[in-house]
T-cell receptor, first 112, second 113 residues
Framework: GDSVTQMEGPVTLSEEAFLTINCTYT??????LFWYVQYPGEGLQLLLK?????DKGSNKGFEATYRKETTSFHLEKGSVQVSDSAVYFC???????????FGRGTSLIVHP | DTGVSQDPRHKITKRGQNVTFRCDPI?????LYWYRQTLGQGPEFLTY????????KSRLLSDRFSAERPKGSFSTLEIQRTEQGDSAMYLC???????????FGSGTQLSVL
């Protein structure tokens, strides 16, 4: 079945460092891909998405490119802030049923 | 702006007891989802509703679990004869239609002693 694999955390960075969180997927067909973020004490919220190969999703300085050839959707940000500390979940869409499948999440801790 | 609300935030129960959780979706969102999340794992799909109709259930949803959405607004998730393995965060989410942009509540943390 469809699945998502994320790098294990926590990822610990200093403020203004470059961030990459790796995500690869296994799916039949051509799913949509998503990054959700969960800030402490809050519910998950959609950060960005890409619906087809070579699409780039972006939001709040974060970017991710849908790479069909490597089945990847890595999350990047050029300069992280303390306020980016959260858990990041990669997810894929299941086609017609609109039921996302989530990865295990990667915790990001940013120090001042 | 009222988001998805879940009640209670925390529930501690003894093994064998029944528990019920409530979810109030965003107004006019016709799809409502239940997910379960255990420590160190991502959310796992349990079931979803389109209005009052329960359209899909995961294999994770054993016979002890039942979900309802009687008027197409709020939903309840009941777990009968709880087991320690049921300890998890139960997440509710809603959407306005056919989209994978889910709006999640903060969850109900269940601890079964």
């Amino acid at each position: 079945g469809d699945s998502v694999t994320q790098m294990e955390g926590p990822v610990t960075l200093s403020e203004e460092a470059f961030l990459t969180i790796n995500c690869t997927y296994t799916a039949t067909g051509y799913p949509s891909l998503f990054w959700y973020v969960q800030y402490p004490g809050e519910g998950l919220q959609l950060l960005l998405k890409a619906t087809k190969a070579d699409d780039k999703g972006s939001n709040k300085g974060f970017e991710a490119t849908y790479r069909k050839e490597t089945t990847s959707f890595h999350l990047e940000k050029g300069s992280v802030q303390v306020s980016d500390s959260a858990v990041y979940f990669c997810a894929l869409g299941s086609g017609g049923s609109y039921i996302p499948t989530f990865g295990r999440g990667t915790s990001l801790i940013v120090h001042p | 702006d009222t988001g998805v609300s879940q009640d209670p935030r925390h529930k501690i129960t003894k093994r064998g007891q029944n528990v019920t959780f409530r979810c109030d979706p965003i107004s006019e969102h016709n799809r409502l989802y239940w997910y379960r999340q255990t420590l160190g794992q991502g959310p796992e799909f349990l079931t979803y509703f389109q209005n009052e109709a329960q359209l899909e259930k995961s294999r994770l949803l054993s016979d002890r679990f039942s979900a309802e959405r009687p008027k197409g607004s709020f939903s309840t998730l009941e777990i009968q004869r709880t087991e320690q393995g049921d300890s998890a965060m139960y997440l509710c989410a809603s959407t306005p239609g056919e989209t994978e942009k889910l709006f999640f509540g903060s969850g109900t943390q269940l601890s079964v002693l």
